[in-house]
């Protein structure tokens, strides 16, 4: 996606449902710094003009020193409570719109298909919605507000300097606008290449300090610390290199400014000199002119840090906006007729960015209640076909119909949180006592007797604590509170000892009751429980074997025994 599509796109989700606080906060922006400019301006008019009238008693008396005087105290005043306003306007809504953005993300990502993309680089999604979500307030709070602001008050100070003399306010407002926009867009451009680089790093630094930390212990053992710890002081390195180029960018667009701002000054003496030499100008209003024209310079200091964040913005658009925008195309799973609970008609099979189907042409029916597994070499499909089961990829051709169905797939995905709420992923509804149904359901009824705080315990990382045949069992407690009427298991017992894996397989089918289990196994022990095998080969479906058939016993016999 392109820069400004996809500045675009966020823009739109920017302004969608917050556009007039948003726009409320770069106008009071822009009355802050307007407000700043009038009390500058009327002081020194105002100062001028005091000691102007002083040169003699008559002009001292008649002089008014209360209107000047309440107008200043008003701009004071003003320039206070809009500097307040603004700033809790702009933050407070730029806080909102990125927690949107951060769960519309993350909601994009968890629609079916999207989140398998994910397995193998976990910290992915993380890196979006942290890294990539923060980058994007600066698109508001450093390059939105600053430039309306600096607008807004450039043709103000203009339209006021051209009540004075047209010539000097358009002459003003031209020089302004080009060097005051153009020299943070030079800076735009000179940064695209140290932030992208700042970007890739920063990300490249904390992608290791994860796997630093989270596998510390495996390598200490294979002596490999010390060069992971070396990678991460070269990934830091990295990243000071990118923000020294950055720092000298945004001081340098700063100094710029400054100039800038004296040479508009500079040009302005001279022209309050000429107009005051053909008395075109009165002394106090000079004084208020050169004043207007220092402080008008004041908005595009702001904009110098937007300059150099702008590409880490556009870097962070082009990467969420896709899943921001769209969340892509539904993946329905029709219904069965009553009695059936998965029916393939001439299905083709084809995951995401595959070069070719993975199946080809299957045809089954199974009924409700059915145990079915699947079975077939590594690669046969039999993963897709549970994946297209469960809706999380759709079919390519063909027809397919399944009830709603509960998944337990091959890694089991505990999270740093109690018991309960694990547990409760799969029925946020239920109570302690259903909980405690299916953890003795599950064979964890041990387990829970000897955690000190019960259901409330904590979990570490991953389920750090327990072991991996009591990860599994909480995995089939899970399974078990699940209410749907179709079961689905990817190798349930994959890396489990004989004896666990045995009372694992025995829980799943004395608790599976009158429900539909599709099981994708290579193991004898799991599939030992089904009714009919399913054999998949080089992406189709070569035979279906029921038990009680001679063949049956034979299949059953051919796979792996542990």
């Given at each position: 996606m392109s820069d400004l599509r996809a500045l675009g796109a966020v823009l739109r989700l920017f302004f969608n449902g917050r556009r007039g606080v948003l726009l409320a906060g770069i106008v009071l922006s822009a009355l802050a710094i307007a407000s700043g400019v009038a009390l500058l301006g009327l002081a020194g008019w105002f100062i001028t003009a005091t000691a102007i009238a002083g040169a003699s008693t008559a002009t001292a008396l008649a002089f008014d020193l209360f209107a000047p005087s309440a107008g200043i105290r008003f701009?004071?005043?003003a320039r206070t409570a809009t500097r307040y306003a603004e700033r809790l306007v702009t933050h407070d809504a730029t806080l909102a719109v990125l927690a949107e953005l951060r769960e519309r993300l993350f909601r994009g990502w968890s629609v079916p298909g999207a989140a398998g993309?994910?397995?193998?680089?976990?910290?992915?999604?993380?890196?979006?919605?942290?890294?990539?979500?923060?980058?994007?307030?600066s698109l508001y709070l450093r390059v939105l507000v600053p430039t309306g602001a600096a607008l807004a008050v450039t043709l103000g100070s203009a339209y006021a300097l051209a009540l004075v003399d047209p010539r000097l306010?358009?002459?003003?407002?031209?020089?302004?606008?080009?060097?005051?926009?153009?020299?943070?867009?030079?800076?735009?451009?000179?940064a695209r290449r140290p932030a992208r680089r700042r970007a890739h790093a920063l990300e490249v630094l904390r992608s290791r300090a994860v796997d630093l930390v989270a596998g510390q212990v495996d390598l200490l053992m294979a002596g490999r610390l010390g060069a992971r710890c070396d990678g991460l002081a070269e990934a830091d390195a990295r990243l000071a290199q990118a923000d020294d180029a950055l720092n000298r960018i945004e001081a340098g667009t700063g100094a710029a400014i400054s100039v800038l701002g004296w040479l508009v000054l500079a040009l302005a003496v001279i022209a309050v000199a000429a107009l005051s030499e053909v008395r075109a100008v009165e002394p106090a209003i000079a004084a208020l002119v050169l004043l207007v024209v220092l402080a008008s310079l004041d908005p595009f200091g702001l904009l110098r840090r937007g300059a150099v964040e702008l590409e880490r913005a556009l870097i962070?658009?082009?990467?969420?906006?896709?899943?921001?925008?769209?969340?892509?195309?539904?993946?329905?799973?029709?219904?069965?007729?009553?009695?059936?609970?998965?029916?393939?008609?001439?299905?083709d099979l084809r995951p995401e960015r595959a070069a070719r189907p993975a199946l080809i042409g299957l045809v089954l029916t199974v009924r409700t209640g059915e145990r079915i597994a699947l079975?077939?070499?590594?690669?046969?499909g039999k993963s897709t076909l549970i994946a297209a089961l469960a809706g999380e990829i759709g079919v390519a051709a063909g027809r397919l119909e399944a009830l709603a169905a509960t998944q337990l797939t091959q890694r089991t995905e505990l999270f740093q949180d109690s018991l309960a709420e694990n547990l409760r992923l799969a029925s946020p509804d239920a109570?302690?006592?259903?909980?405690?149904?299916a953890l003795d359901a599950a064979g964890l009824r041990d387990l829970l007797a000897r955690l000190p705080d019960g259901l409330a315990t904590r979990l570490g990382e991953g389920g750090l604590g327990l072991s991996g045949g009591q990860a599994r069992r909480l995995a089939l407690a899970r399974l078990v509170l699940s209410?749907?009427?179709?079961?689905?298991?990817?190798?349930?017992?994959?890396?489990?000892?004989?004896a666990t894996a045995d009372q694992v397989m025995a829980c799943l089918w004395a608790r599976a009751g009158d429900r539909t289990v599709i099981i994708a196994t290579h193991l004898e022990r799991e599939a030992a429980g089904a009714d009919r095998l399913v054999?998949?080969?080089?992406?189709?479906?070569?035979?279906?074997?029921?038990?009680?058939e001679p063949a049956f016993a034979t299949v059953l016999a051919g796979l792996r025994a542990r």
């Open positions: 701009f004071a005043l993309r994910l397995v193998n680089r976990p910290t992915a999604l993380l890196f979006r919605l942290t890294l990539d979500i923060d980058a994007l307030d306010g358009l002459a003003f407002a031209v020089i302004v606008l080009l060097g005051g926009f153009g020299i943070p867009i030079w800076a735009v451009r000179a962070a658009a082009r990467r969420v906006a896709p899943r921001l925008a769209s969340s892509g195309p539904a993946i329905t799973v029709e219904p069965p007729s009553p009695g059936i609970a998965v029916r393939l008609e001439q299905v079975i077939g070499a590594s690669g046969a109570d302690d006592e259903e909980l405690i149904a209410d749907a009427p179709l079961w689905l298991l990817d190798e349930p017992t994959e890396g489990l000892d004989a054999l998949l080969s080089q992406g189709r479906l070569e035979r279906v074997v029921a038990r009680g």
